[in-house]
């Protein structure tokens, strides 16, 4: 089992910036790499990005590359979404998912969200 915990969200103005964690712990070593996600009301949920251990990859949803970005620090087991230029749009809660396909995708385990809104 892995368990994941997401923290850093909150109420930010548009145009800001927001940074959010995703902590791991438990059988880490079964992850290939992390993906983000994203609910906003009354939607279904969105593919926001995701990160791969080896090799050492990230990748965007359109709607966020280039402001978007995905990090990690092996020491913490713990992986970020830095979120730079924030849109009324974005608001919505934010899941972190461990991926544990050898080849291809394979979201396993999921963390509690965390809620993030933004003002215009």
């Known amino acids: 089992q892995v368990q994941l915990v997401e923290s850093g969200g909150g109420l930010v103005q548009a145009g800001g910036s927001l ?3 995703c902590a791991a712990s438990g059988r880490t070593f079964s992850t290939t790499g992390m993906g983000w996600f994203r609910q906003a009301p009354g939607k279904e949920r969105e593919f926001v990005g995701r990160i791969r251990w ?3 990859t990230t ?3 359109d709607s966020v590359k280039g402001r978007f970005t995905i990090s990690r620090d092996n020491a913490k ?3 970020y979404l830095q979120m730079n230029s924030l ?3 974005d608001t919505a809660d934010y899941y972190c ?3 544990t396909a050898i080849m ?3 979201w396993d385990y999921w963390g509690q969200g ?3 809104t933004v003002s215009s």
């Open 19 to 21: 940074r959010l964690s």
């Open 54 to 56: 080896s090799p050492y």
């Open 59 to 61: 990748y965007y949803a």
């Open 77 to 79: 087991n713990t992986v």
């Open 87 to 89: 849109k009324p749009e």
């Open 97 to 99: 998912a461990a991926n």
């Open 104 to 106: 291809g995708i394979q």
């Open 114 to 116: 965390t809620q993030v």
